[in-house]
């Protein structure tokens, strides 16, 4: 007797936590048809670099949007290309730590952006293009010091 109590407790809280989530509007659905759509929706934002700064949040936002929709198998990679995009968002051109971060994880993520192109490719028939840097971005500079240390031999 008490286990079919607990049963239908149980039964009853999972069905008002599935009628919560209708009227709430469920989970977003994530399938490669509804991905496909957005990225040809949206396909010239994703391709073409920002021209300025101010451009970076806006595209933010709809690569945070994609991939609440973007299917298992490229959701990862999707995943990785949008942490770029807002350590992108974070950089401070003036301190040479936080540009190299920018530099870091663009390099970080060529594996992850590359993927997404290929995957758009074969699963959409959407040409993302190449996976390049983006335009205007920091060019880090590398320095390096060469001390000479002079010895001298007791004779």
């Known amino acids: ?11 009853v809280a999972l069905a008002s936590i599935a009628l919560v989530g209708v009227a709430c509007g469920g989970a977003t659905e994530r399938s490669s048809e509804r991905f496909c759509g957005e990225l040809a929706a949206h396909a010239n934002e994703i391709r073409i670099a920002p021209e300025s700064a101010d451009q970076i949040p806006a595209l933010i936002t709809l690569f945070s949007k994609m ?29 040479p730590a936080s540009v190299q971060a920018v530099a870091d994880a663009a390099f970080a993520t060529q594996r992850s952006a590359e993927n997404v192109v290929t995957w758009a490719s074969d699963n959409c028939g959407i040409d993302l293009g190449p996976v390049g840097a983006v335009s205007g971005g920091a060019t880090v500079i590398v320095t390096t010091t060469t001390s000479v240390v002079a010895s001298t031999t007791a004779g």
């Open 67 to 95: 991939g609440e929709v973007a299917p298992l198998d490229v959701q990862q990679d999707w995943e990785q290309v949008y942490g770029s995009l807002k350590t992108a968002d974070s950089v401070n051109v003036n301190d």
């Open 1 to 11: 007797m008490r286990s079919s109590a607990h049963l239908t407790v149980f039964g």
